[in-house]
């Protein structure tokens, strides 16, 4: 596959191993998606942007699915994914394998690989093309104002391989042109938590997503760094 500006690599799955703000940006990830489709639980569950595979097997830990696939684009995170042991296969989210079954999952989820691509509603027409009526997809994706400001001061890279910003009105409107309903949206990661693990100061990801659930109102969605979406294919 040729590589274009979205794909990640190597580096970063060795930094998920070691830089404690990218353990806990992938744990909090798993744990959010979870806590917004209950149906992960004993369901079909097919992951969009598996990387390393360790947001899957987060998901695959708190949510025990009855069965669970991850699609991986970059050769370098694939083989991460295979030697950890996580079941992810490599495809195109825009375009998927032929192995994934149509109208077979309960949930999707595509957790922070929407801003990578350049054509996200094409991968939200293979989500509706792939989940059971009723079925749930959930996304994540960084708030477009911390993305730019922490690519800006250095506090990370990944900011570099971003094709565009999503907002609710943004991802409300691609759910339209790909059939989803959109069911709404809810930031997460609150500022204050999130920016502890850059100090080197852990704190469980139970105890974030606590916070994160007691100050979930939209007039503080500004203090979140991420943003969590959530649409429905129609019964």
């Known amino acids: 596959m040729t590589p ?21 940006r992938y744990k909090v ?13 004993g369901g079909n569950l097919l992951d969009f942007g598996s990387a390393d595979g360790l947001a899957l097997g987060e998901m695959i830990r708190l949510a025990r699915p009855k069965e669970a696939l991850g699609i991986e684009y970059s050769d370098d995170l694939l083989e991460k994914a295979v030697e950890y042991g996580f079941p992810v ?12 079954p149509q109208n077979h999952y309960n949930v999707v989820t595509a957790l922070a690989i ?20 009723g079925g749930t997809l959930v996304v994540s994706a960084p708030n477009p104002f911390w993305d730019e400001l922490a690519g800006r001061v250095g506090i990370h890279k990944e900011e570099e391989h971003h094709e565009q910003g999503i907002t609710p009105k ?12 959109y069911v709404g949206f809810r930031p997460f990661m609150f500022l204050p938590t999130a920016f502890l693990p850059y100090l080197k100061l852990s704190i469980p990801v139970g105890v974030s997503c606590y916070i ?5 109102y939209e007039p503080l969605a500004p203090l979140f760094v991420n943003q969590l979406f959530i649409a429905q294919k129609p019964v």
Not at 9 to 18: E, L, V
Request: proline residues 6%; hydrophobic residues 45%.
């Open 170 to 181: 943004v991802f409300a409107r691609w759910c339209t042109e790909a059939s989803l309903i």
């Open 212 to 216: 994160d659930n007691l100050l979930q």
């Open 89 to 100: 296969i490599q495809g195109d989210v825009e375009n998927l394998p032929a192995a994934v």
């Open 29 to 41: 990830r798993a744990m959010a998606a979870f806590d917004a489709a209950p149906l992960m639980r």
């Open 114 to 133: 929407l801003e990578h691509l350049k054509d996200p509603v094409q991968a939200l027409r293979e989500a509706y093309r792939v989940l059971i009526p």
């Open 4 to 24: 274009n500006k979205g794909v990640m690599g190597g580096t970063y799955a060795a930094g998920r191993q070691t830089r404690p703000e990218l353990i806990y």
